[in-house]
């Protein structure tokens, strides 16, 4: 069974820049999967923010960017602002019509 | 406005049933494959199940083959989600959540505010 591996929580500093990363337990992540990027916060639907590897939903801010960092997909949020504490979340296309999630990293700025 | 709206959550026992619906206004419903995808407490979001825009592909997670099965009526719209042998573990908020796809892409566009299926004794 495939499992997509994120780390489980992260720390940035106001202002600070940080990179979450979407891993495969057995492979690498290349853009074939359609690495895609989501954020919640608690108590709200998710918010899609970056799809196909590194393409921005609408309205979404260009310090979030999306990419490939070695074997595996990454988000990075450059500029970190307080309402960006959330937990993000990928998605991998494994074809099939068939989607799995990471297990979410949880973004703490202070 | 283009919107999805679930309803039908509520507190269910052990190994009942529930129906999940979806509401979705402001776009062509029937051009577009849709999803339910949850987040149980303490965890994750868990994609479940998906079925395009004709109803003729259906694919669904392991953890909820045989107990759950989507459906949708293009002519009011709707997107369903019938829930048997509901077990604590399907505890979760269950969101409604539109496919995009195409040669390059496939991930989730638009998702609603979600339901909350609390199954307990």
């Known amino acids: 069974q495939t499992v997509v591996t994120q780390e489980p929580s992260f720390s940035v500093s106001p202002g600070g820049t940080v990179t979450l990363t979407c891993g495969l337990s057995?492979?690498?992540?290349?853009?074939?999967?359609?690495p895609s990027w989501y954020q919640q916060t608690p108590g709200q639907a998710p918010r899609t923010l970056i799809y196909?590897?590194?393409t921005r939903s609408s309205g979404v801010p260009d310090r979030f960017s999306g990419s490939i960092l070695g074997n595996k997909a990454a988000l990075t949020i450059t500029g970190a602002q307080a309402d960006d504490e959330s937990d993000y979340y990928c998605?991998?296309?494994?074809?099939?019509?068939?989607?799995?999630f990471g297990g979410g990293t949880k973004l703490t700025v202070l | 406005e283009v919107q999805l709206v679930e309803s039908g959550g509520g507190l269910v026992k052990p190994g009942g049933s529930l129906r999940l619906s979806c509401a979705a206004s402001?776009?062509?419903?029937?051009?577009?494959?849709m999803n339910w995808v949850r987040r149980a407490p303490g965890k994750g979001l868990e994609w479940l199940s998906s079925?395009?825009?004709?109803?003729?592909?259906?694919y669904s997670a392991d953890s909820v083959k045989g107990r759950f099965t989507i459906s949708r009526d293009n002519a009011k719209n709707s997107l369903f989600l019938q829930m048997n042998s509901l077990r604590a573990d399907d505890t979760a908020v269950y969101y409604c959540?539109?496919?995009?796809?195409?040669?390059?892409?496939?991930?989730?566009?638009?998702w609603g505010r979600g339901t909350l299926v609390t199954v307990s004794s």
């Open positions: 959540a539109r496919y995009s796809h195409g040669d390059h892409y496939w991930y989730f566009d638009l």
């Open positions: 402001g776009f062509s419903f029937s051009g577009y494959s």
């Open positions: 079925i395009s825009g004709g109803s003729g592909y259906i």
């Open positions: 057995s492979g690498s992540v290349s853009t074939s999967y359609y």
């Open positions: 196909s590897t590194n």
């Open positions: 998605m991998l296309y494994m074809g099939g019509g068939i989607v799995v």
